[in-house]
Nanobody, 116 residues
Framework: QVQLVESGGGLVQAGGSLTLSCAAS????????MSWFRQAPGKQRDVVAT????????TYVDSVKGRFTISRDNAKNTIFLQMNSLRLEDTAVYYC?????????WGQGTQVTVSS
């Protein structure tokens, strides 16, 4: 079955950087576009960044453009989210999921907390 395990979160000061990882299993990883989502306290879970199956195309929500970079390693069934110039409003639990499979189970997520 599909399993997604996020890691790499932590506490960081505003302006700092973190790199998140998502290890996937249970499906043919190289067949699917993947996305990072985040959910801040009291808010809905929203997509942050998406990468195509080959890694040749990426999209970002406006609020993270120029600061976050999504990438993938199909040999390792893993996607990454490099986050630079972090802001207080980036504080959230971050999740990964196949972009076009809303029925996939969510992983446990990884907490990112940005402090002033």
């Amino acid at each position: 079955q599909v399993q997604l395990v996020e890691s790499g979160g932590g506490l960081v000061q505003a302006g700092g950087s973190l790199t998140l990882s998502c290890a996937a299993s249970g499906f043919t990883f190289s067949d699917d576009a993947m996305s990072w989502f985040r959910q801040a306290p009291g808010k809905q879970r929203d997509v942050v960044a998406t990468i195509t199956s080959t890694g040749g195309g990426t999209t970002y929500v406006d609020s993270v453009k120029g600061r976050f970079t999504i990438s993938r390693d199909n040999a390792k069934n893993t996607i990454f989210l490099q986050m630079n110039s972090l802001r207080l409003e980036d504080t959230a639990v971050y999740y990964c999921r196949r972009t076009r499979k809303p029925a996939d189970p969510w992983g446990q997520g990884t907490q990112v907390t940005v402090s002033s």
